[in-house]
């Protein structure tokens, strides 16, 4: 069974580098305005996605399991 994980955003933050989208572009996408947007559902665990939340350069993003919570990286 593949991990899930949740990916939140703090807009408020973020710079609309394009770090994320460029790194998992299957996982975040940039919105009109500029800013980083999250999916909807879950994500599969994958180095790519943490690997986006480690680089960006404002620290907007949170990765969290789906099961119990637990975060996988915090800014």
Request: include cysteine; aromatic fraction near 4%; charged fraction near 20%.
């Amino acid at each position: 069974m593949t991990e899930l994980w949740t990916v939140e955003i703090d807009s408020s933050v973020c710079v609309g580098s394009g770090l994320c989208a460029s790194s998992a572009p299957e996982c975040f996408t940039l919105e009109t305005s500029g800013r980083a947007r999250p999916p909807q559902a879950p994500v599969e665990a994958a180095d790519e996605v943490l690997e986006a939340a480690e680089n960006c350069p404002a620290a907007a993003i949170t990765l969290r399991k789906v099961a119990g919570g637990e975060e996988v990286f915090a800014p």
